[in-house]
């Protein structure tokens, strides 16, 4: 008799979950599709911190094209195919082991190239990088910086600073590796203090803002920050 009902639990429980896969079957397939497509092709990533101002706000959230570099294996670090290099001023999002967190930093420095800082000018390969001063206020200066292959704002702190973080190197970026700064110059933690960056640990690159919510003002949306393109 004990068996006979252990059989028919079996068999209740075996018809009840049959059931519940034929209702629901087309939502966790829709669920599985969105898993994957996060883990292996595209997501968002939140910004949190002043280390990319003035190119990227506390509160933005960033398209993550996890399919411009290389094709992976979902949840892994593994490529399966390469679809290309990560280049000078690509601001990418990295899952840092050094840092123990996500970073999200502006490549300067590829395999190869010799960088070294100097009271926060860039060299590159022997090559100053061009700097304009686009504004100054009493908190910061925004300037114009111009690399051999790209140029963005970045920002410089116009009060005290710890001077030694301003200056870097040389150094040569090893191979597969890369070599990143925020564009808050004086507020970012970066290869300056991680080192270079694994390719297998940057997650994609990043070149738009979804949108953005400022939590400075009770988290309301800005406006001028939807679908804005990132230089």
Request: net charge neutral; proline share 4%.
């Amino acid at each position: 008799m004990k068996e006979f009902k252990q059989a028919n639990l079996v068999t209740r429980f075996r018809a009840r979950f049959r059931s519940f896969w034929v209702e629901n079957r087309q939502f966790f397939l829709l669920l599985a599709c969105i898993v994957f497509f996060k883990s292996a092709i595209a997501d968002l990533s939140s910004i949190s911190g002043a280390s990319m101002l003035p190119t990227l706000l506390d509160g933005d959230k960033v398209w993550v094209n996890k399919l411009a570099y290389d094709v992976k294996i979902p949840f892994t670090e593994i490529s399966l195919a390469e679809v290309s290099d990560p280049g000078r001023g690509d601001i990418v999002i990295i899952d840092s082991k050094r840092a123990g967190k996500r970073l999200v930093k502006r490549i300067v420095g590829v395999p190869g190239d010799t960088i070294y800082m100097q009271n926060n000018t860039l060299v590159i390969n022997g090559v100053p990088a061009n700097y304009e001063v686009l504004s100054r206020d009493s908190e910061s200066i925004i300037i114009q910086e111009e690399l051999p292959d790209s140029a963005h704002q970045a920002r410089l702190s116009s009060r005290y600073v710890n001077r030694s973080s301003r200056s870097y190197g040389p150094t040569v970026v090893p191979a597969d590796q890369y070599f990143v700064l925020g564009d808050n110059r004086d507020n970012s933690a970066d290869s300056r203090i991680y080192s270079f960056v694994p390719r297998g640990e940057i997650i994609g690159r990043s070149s738009s803002v979804v949108f953005s919510l400022d939590s400075h003002n009770n988290y309301l949306p800005r406006g001028e920050r939807f679908l804005a393109e990132l230089e």
